[in-house]
Structure formats: C-alpha cells, structure tokens
C-alpha cells in the first residue's frame, strides 16, 4: 500500500510539473501553441524521428548484452532484445530508470542460476557507461560550439557553470574507469563505503567497476555504442524540433542541449523522469534565446515517441511466459 501511495504521489507531481509548463508556458509564448495549431508538421521527419529512437534503444540492448558475455554468462541477443524491452517498458511504470533496471537484473539472475551478482553488476556498469557518454557529449559539445556563449549574453556565466560541471564529472568518471582496482583497494573505498545512505552504492559501483577493468575493450566498445546512441538521440531531438512549426535551434546547439537535458531522466520519477526532462529543455531552449514553448513541445513530442516505441515492445512480454515472475520480484525486493 505505502509503494502505490507514494508511486501516487510521484505520478501527481509529475503531471503538476508538466501542467505548470504549459500554463506557463502558454501565458508568455502563447503564439507558439498557436503556430502549432495552424501550421503544417512535418509527419515524414516525425516518422523518421521515430525510427531512429528504436534504433537507439535497440543499440542500448546490445551495448548491455556485450557487457553480460563479457562476464561467462550465456546470453543471446534475442534475451538481451527481451529483457532490455521488459525493463524499458518497467521504466513507464516504476519511479526512474532504476525500477527498469531492477526488473531487467532480477530477470537474468532468475535466467541464470548463480549469476546474481553478475546480473546485477552488469546493469550497473551498463547504466553507468551511458552516463559516461552523456558526460562525454556534454562536454565536447560545450566546448566546441562555445561560439554560442557570446551569443546567449544574458546565459554565459550559467552555461561556463555547465561547462565546468561536464568537464570536471567527466574527468572524474574517467578516472574511475581507469582506475578502478586502485580505488577499490586503497582508502578512497573505505572512505566512500562510510557516507551516509549513499554510501554502499558508491561501494557497488567501484567493485563493479574493478571487476570490468579487466575487459577494458569491451569498455570502450560499450563506450563507443553509447556515443553512437546518443548521436542518434540528438539527430531524433532535430528531427522533432524541425518537424514541428517554428524557429528552433539548429542541430550542433541540440548537440549540446539534448545530453544535458537527458541527465534529467535519471530523476525518480515515473516514465523515466516525467516532468523534470520537460522542464530542463524548456531552460536550456531558454538559455540559448529561443522559446521556452518550443522546447516543452519538442520534449512532450519525444516523451510521445518513447511511449510508442515501449507500447511496440509490450509484445515482446509474449517471448517467454513470464507466470510467478512479478510475484517472486515483487517479494525479492520488498526484503
């Protein structure tokens, strides 16, 4: 009862964020709503649109069914398609990316017997890649298109901030991924073990990460995937903004944007950060000098295409019968 409760009031405030962005919204760029209205959209860049988001998606199965087989696991690609749409479509429904990922873990330990930290291991490391090349694209984009600072006077000493954020979270996770052994064996993994609360997940991470270093190849194949997914999330964001009506920004200013706003999805709230995605591209288009309208619809028009893509996998659930799984996930995470 207290989980529904608070998935409840997860879900009320979600809808509050995205209702408060449209009455917002609609009261200063009220044209915007108007232009959406009345003009022509560009269906065959939407369709499209839509086409290469499944294709990113689908990439993200196959960068987390690398990293499964690097670990001895015996694991096909068709499981790996299966279970990734299992947890992408969980994600809709629980708080966050981390209920997906939970269901995604259980599903292969129950899969394969014994392999309960391997599972687990390798959906952390498979989430903590894809942060990775978020930071990675955040970073780089700042820095090449920081022309457009000049640009954005009002937005320069807000998006150096981002810059520095990016950079220095980049340069942080890299060392991480460098040195995993040394950090799991020195002073920094018992300092960290000891912060309050978050402290035995940094723990995880750092043992997870050792165990990978060992196959740092298949790191930085999964590292390379990740960039590649995130291009073709940048390209699906540009082609939404130009199938819409309206003056967005151009693709090289939704190269910078688009990673910074996703870092927002990682919020626990349901379909993947409902409402906290929204509000961040509604800043940044903002920040940059366009309509803050504009970035809402284009981020609503992307949640829109991300539940097509998850309603299209629900058929995925009829691969393998999958009768007293809930129950027995259900009851091994409530201990």
Known sequence: MKRWLIFGVKIALAVSIIAYLLWSTF?????????????????????????????????TFFRWYLLVRVLEIRFTLREAIRLGYMGYVVNFFALGVVGGDIFKAFLLARDHAGCRTE?????????LVGLYGLLLLAAVGLVIWKGYFAEAHQATESLYLLLILSIGGFLLATLGFCFPRQFARGRVALRVSTIPRVGKYLEQIIVALARYSQHRRTLLVATLITLGTQLLTVI???????GLPGEGPNFAQLFVMVPLALFATAVPLPMGGLGALEATLASLYR??????????????????????????????????????????FSEGTSG
Request: aromatic fraction near 10%.
């Open 119 to 127: 599972a687990v291991m390798s959906v952390l490391v498979d989430r």
């Open 27 to 59: 009261q200063t760029d009220a044209e915007v709503y108007k232009q959406l209205q009345r003009e022509e959209k560009n269906w065959l860049r939407l369709g499209l649109a839509g086409l290469v988001l499944l294709s990113a998606t689908l990439f």
């Open 236 to 242: 699906g964001f540009w082609l939404i903004a130009t």
């Open 287 to 328: 920040l940059f000098g366009f309509s803050s309208a504009l970035g809402l619809l284009v981020s609503l028009a992307y949640r829109l295409v991300t539940i097509l893509v998850a309603v299209g996998g629900i058929p995925v659930f009829l691969g393998k019968p999958l009768v007293g799984e809930s129950k027995d």
